[in-house]
């Protein structure tokens, strides 16, 4: 694909995003939750995991841990065995003990609503940050790059870019503020229904006549 201005990518992304929006009019976080602590705890616990596997963790944990006083004060060897099949419990368990005791000593137990005070909570990156900002208060303030995001966003073009923080800042740059949360969620519903990782199933895709597929083996299939 020739190299493409800047007003043209422009433009594609804004198809690209009326295509997306068509196909997924409901994309949303799939990560069950009720409230803002309850969807940081998830997302801790997303890293490494399914959606589904953390759902099913979270079904049992949130029955027992209602506040982040709780979680501060769990029992450390009882709370990985709760989030065990989580992956990674040993970390993750941690993670969430340090965020829940900062929330509770310098945010009365609440979860803050600026990127500056929550990845300063220990276990939580600008990642985890983003997802509870965009998705618990309505705060677009970045967009979520997940393995999803990173590998659509290089496929159609949007970045030559490997650094999850650098995917970020040219998908800011594309897309308006206030899609900053939902262009996510539709870059990974397609990422999950249409772009595999290993066999994208570009004959069939809503967009494909809007992406140069960069880095998709076995381009141009047959039956295009
Ligand atoms: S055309 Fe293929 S590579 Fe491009 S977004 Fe669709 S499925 Fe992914």
Known sequence: ????????????????????????????????????????????????????????????????????????????????????????????????????????????????????ELITLGGVGRKTANVVLGNAFDINIGVVVDTHVARLSQRLGLTRQKDPAKIEQDLMQLVPQQQWTLFSHWLIWHGRRRCYARKPDCPNCEIKSLCPRIGVPGKNPKSE
Request: glycine residues 4%; proline residues 3%.
């Open 1 to 116: 694909m020739p190299r493409e201005t800047t007003e043209a990518k422009a433009a594609r992304t804004k198809k690209i995003i009326a295509g997306l929006r068509k196909t997924y009019p409901d994309a949303h976080c799939e990560l069950n939750h009720s409230n803002p602590l309850e969807l940081l705890i998830a997302t801790i616990l997303s890293a490494q995991c399914t959606d589904k596997r953390v759902n099913l963790v979270t079904a049992e944990l949130f029955k027992k841990f209602r506040s982040a006083t709780d979680y501060a004060q769990a029992d450390a060897a009882q709370l990985e065995q709760d989030i065990r099949t989580a992956g990674f419990f040993r970390n993750k368990a941690k993670s969430i003990r340090t965020c829940c005791q900062a929330l509770v000593e310098k945010h009365g137990g609440q979860v803050p609503r600026t990127m500056e």
